[in-house]
């Protein structure tokens, strides 16, 4: 009888809830499905996100948010990558509008500039005044560096007069942020502007260690567990591991047609592009219907290439 109770205590002490730690397994908020959750359904997470990132003047800071309509949101061939649009309520009564990107493409100096004037012009409807218009704010986190010339990592824009740059058009700033260059200790550790960048960077599928400064902020914190992999449906991870698959898609077409440039035509230059193509896209693990809709050939063509390789 004492072995069984000595027994049934090592058991008791190995699997008491205060000593058998789980650890938690996250998914990467830089996702649309993950960052939609955290953002796109908290209005006071995303305050906090914004009020921390867009640099406000007079003492503004946002006070509300109202979640844009996918049929308020100005159609036009650059909004894939739009994650959250929300219009904007300060402690000044002044109303304006967000849009969010996420992920750097060709062009994205003009996409974001279309997208920001595009916001700020449908605002606009026939018989009302151009003073009702409201500013409008493009802010995009990126995982690319597109400027290679420095080590900055916030740059903002808006419309100045070079000479006096005291004078200003406002109406559209546009912010972007290269989290690859983002580096914490350039600013104090628990500085909420460093704290939401920190959460965009480090967490991902292989975080397995949070470091103590993310957990003892609540807003954080609670962010921390909305990325939790146990608070997804298994619909929302094949959404989540869909969008993966389009944006390697998307950086083997980027990277492919970039190669078919530098062939600078010739025939040759062509068929080893699209061979190099189609053996990434391989690679990464498309079966061969998808390489031969993506790569506009025949599946037989497709397997003759695969099969010499």
Known sequence: ????????????????????I????????KNDVVFKKVFGQNPHLLISFLNSQLT????SVIESIKYLKDELIPDNPFKKRSIVDVRCTDNFKREFIVEMQMEWVDAFFERMLFNTAAIYSRQLKRGNKHLQLQPVYGLAILNDNFDKETDEYYHSFEMMNPKNPKEKIAGMNI??????KFVPKTKPEKELAVLWLRFLKEIDETAC?????LKENELIKEALELCEEAAYTD???LAYDKYWDEIRC???????????GKAEGKAEGVQETQTEFILNMDKEGFCMEQI????????????????KK
């Open 1 to 20: 009888m004492c072995v069984i109770e000595n027994f049934m205590l090592i058991l008791h002490k190995i699997f008491n809830y205060k000593n058998f």
């Open 22 to 29: 789980i650890m938690a397994r996250y998914l990467d908020p």
């Open 56 to 59: 406000f003047e007079n003492g």
């Open 175 to 180: 912010v972007f942020i290269e989290l690859e």
């Open 209 to 213: 260690e949070i470091s103590s400064e």
């Open 235 to 237: 619909e929302e991870r």
């Open 250 to 260: 998307e950086n083997l077409l980027i990277e492919g047609k970039f190669a078919e």
């Open 292 to 307: 031969a809709k993506i790569a506009k050939i025949s599946i037989e063509k497709v397997k003759e290439i695969l099969n």
